[in-house]
């Protein structure tokens, strides 16, 4: 779709149709300044009380082929679908634009809701889906921008005026916009005079600022889902911050494309992140943006994590249109998760619920949710968070009852391995040093057990003064029951953080050996 102004210099407009609509439209076109013919067998009492006095011509018979002849537009605005149709189609064969009231998509555009003040006319295009809805904010817009805004619009004029006159072509842009900047009430109010001396005064100014340096500008690859685009642009913001650009490059990954199977069928460890990598290799993005539980535990030996975002809530939560809580489902209830990290653990507290897999983005989830498909889903409240939706029921599980997925809650921003220079600078604008230590020693864990991001496998990390607290727990595949265990240590540095991250590692495998060993009988 093109907003455009229609100007009524030469021609007339045509209106078929003499009903409450034809009216509408008759009144936007007078405003407008257009000459008007309307055509129609019958005409509404406020139609022609309206015409009565116009600039417009009333034919009270039925539409022919030629009245569309030397028209500038024409509307169709009968409660005839038949006529409208020929009203269209003889518009075009004249090559003259043409509107359909009744089937917007029918004719060559559509009539916007406007306000008009003078030499300022506003617009508000619903897609003619709910025209009371523009007329009310048309009315907003005409209570809000007053008289004043208009005399502001006229002193401006002048002032360009004068621009014109005195400057190069070269500078009047950024005067321009200066001027433009200035209080609308100072602006309603300047006599002719004053306006001069405000143009001379911006010119000054403009000409002492030292020339704006180009933004520099970064591509960055990202999902295309809802949550992802959300957390690419909330980077990227940082960025902003800092003087960068940022142009965002959707891509659909594997993960994204196949929803007919669960993740652990699609049989790799990084079905959200291999596309984005290859956009970074072939040089098409310059970093990429990760829910920092998507990756690997070890990534490519070209690619780096730059930084680690501020972890938004890591835990599960619990979300049913029906039932308050986890407890309240009765036996037999069916929740849905793709996760065998949440399946696993949510079967160890209640193994008479019906677990299935439900695959689809946080929106496509919890509109199965409210179809029924599910008495109740399991979904992260970090996702939750950053989209700003709910369940009529969402209740968080501790991470001592429900142990999140390593990194969950946190962002990894990711970078070629040899472009130090990018990566300090996501790295400053982006990096939350306690979450770091957290996502390394959980990572770190991640990699010495050999466990894939999709494998039923929680580890979690938090900082309790100086002290990291990590909490584990693991399905094996044999049905044996869950292991946990927890460890803890004071950590200041990454590698402090690596360290207690490949402990805990050693003790989870122990305990699985154990277990293993002498299975509860």
Not at 7 to 34: C, Q, Y
Not at 208 to 213: K, L, V
Not at 329 to 354: F, K
Not at 431 to 440: H, I
Request: glycine share 4%; hydrophobic share 45%; aromatic share 4%.
């Amino acid at each position: 779709m093109l907003p455009i102004a229609l100007h009524p210099r030469a021609g007339h407009a045509v209106i078929v149709g003499g009903g409450s609509v034809a009216r509408r439209k008759a009144e936007s076109f007078l405003r407008a300044g257009f000459a008007l013919v309307v055509v129609a067998p019958t005409v509404d009492a406020h139609l022609r009380e309206l015409l009565d006095g116009a600039n417009a011509v009333l034919h009270e018979r039925a539409y022919a082929e030629s009245d569309v002849d030397g028209a500038s537009v024409v509307v169709a605005a009968t409660d005839d679908p038949t006529t409208n149709a020929r009203v269209v189609a003889d518009a075009r064969a004249a090559r003259v634009l043409v509107c359909d009231a009744s089937t917007p998509q029918a004719g060559d555009f559509t009539m916007l809701a406007t306000h008009r003040s003078e030499r300022l006319t506003f617009a508000v295009d619903s897609g003619e889906s709910t025209p009371a809805f523009s007329k009310r904010l048309v009315d907003e817009i005409a209570a809000h921008f007053d008289a004043r805004y208009d005399a502001a619009a006229q002193t401006l004029a002048g002032m360009r005026a004068y621009v014109r006159a005195v400057l190069p072509q070269a500078e009047r842009s950024e005067v321009l916009h200066a001027l433009a900047a200035l209080p609308i009430d100072d602006l309603a109010t300047m006599n002719p005079a004053r306006a001069e001396h405000e143009v001379e005064a911006a010119i000054v100014r403009v000409r002492a600022e030292p020339p704006a340096a180009q933004m520099p500008h970064v591509v960055c690859a990202s999902r295309a889902s809802a949550l992802a685009m959300t957390q690419t642009r909330m980077i990227a913001a940082r960025l902003a911050e800092r003087g960068i650009a940022t142009t965002i490059l959707p891509i659909t990954t594997t993960g994204d494309r196949i929803q007919d199977r669960s993740l652990a069928q699609l049989g790799s460890v990084n079905v959200f992140v291999k596309e984005l990598e290859v956009a970074l290799r072939e040089r098409r993005a310059d970093y990429a943006v990760h829910s920092c539980k998507d990756l690997p535990g070890a990534l490519e030996p070209d690619m780096r994590i730059a930084a680690i975002s501020t972890r938004e809530d890591p835990r599960d939560a619990f979300c049913s249109e029906r039932y308050e809580n986890f407890e309240a489902l009765p036996s037999g209830a069916v929740v849905g998760t793709s996760s065998p990290r949440r399946r696993t653990q949510l079967a160890a507290l209640r193994a008479d619920l019906r677990y299935e897999d439900v695959r689809g983005n946080i929106d496509t989830r919890l509109r199965k949710l409210r179809e029924g498909s599910c008495d109740a889903i399991v979904l992260a409240m970090a996702g939750l968070e950053r989209l700003r939706v709910r369940a009529t029921y969402t209740v968080p599980f501790s991470v001592d009852t429900i142990v999140p997925a390593v990194a969950q809650g946190a962002l990894a921003i990711e970078t070629r391995d040899d472009d130090d220079a990018l990566a300090q600078r996501l790295r400053d604008a982006v990096n939350d040093p306690r979450a770091e230590l957290a996502v390394v020693c959980e990572r770190a864990a991640l990699r010495a057990l050999r466990a894939g991001c999709s494998a039923p496998l929680g580890i979690h990390a938090r900082f309790e003064n100086a002290e990291l607290i990590v909490d584990a727990a693991y399905a094996p595949p044999d049905g044996s029951g869950i292991v946990r265990t927890r460890t803890h240590a004071t950590v200041q540095t990454l590698e402090d953080a690596e360290r207690l991250g490949e402990s805990l590692a050693h003790t989870l495998s122990a305990s699985i050996d154990r277990s293993a060993s002498h299975p509860t009988r």
